[in-house]
């Protein structure tokens, strides 16, 4: 069992930046990949980021690619989503997930992830 909780979400304004912070326990941190994943309201859940169980490896949704960036403390059991020049179309509820089944890499794909954090929403205001 994982359990991952999201914090740092909120409101900001376009342009503006965020930092998410994912805690994760329960088992050992630095033996899986982590995923950020978005929803907005009717629409589907979509990839965000990913980076590798050893942080060498790290993935981005075209959307967000030279604006956000994802990076891990395996000594603190927590991943980060670092977002920089929000857009309005940014806003959703961040979901953060856990791959515990691959050795190499990140998967994009959200059925590839076993476990998932509550959400923590992001407003982007124009």
């Known amino acids: 069992q994982v359990q991952l909780v999201e914090s740092g979400g909120g409101l900001v304004q376009a342009g503006g930046s965020l930092r998410l912070s994912c805690a994760a326990s329960?088992?050992?941190?630095?033996?899986?990949?982590m995923g950020w994943f978005r929803q907005a309201p009717g629409q589907e859940r979509e990839f965000v980021a990913a980076?590798?169980?050893?942080?060498?490896?790290?993935y981005f949704a075209n959307s967000v690619k030279g604006r956000f960036t994802i990076s891990r403390d395996n000594t603190k059991n927590t991943v980060y989503l670092q977002m920089n020049s929000l857009k309005p179309e940014d806003t959703a509820v961040y979901y953060c997930?856990?791959?515990?089944?691959?050795?190499?890499?990140?998967?994009?794909?959200?059925?590839?992830?076993?476990?998932w954090g509550q959400g923590t929403q992001i407003t982007v205001s124009s």
């Open positions: 997930a856990a791959d515990l089944a691959r050795t190499v890499g990140a998967s994009r794909r959200p059925e590839d992830y076993d476990y």
């Open positions: 329960g088992r050992t941190f630095s033996s899986y990949a």
């Open positions: 980076i590798s169980w050893t942080g060498a490896y790290t």
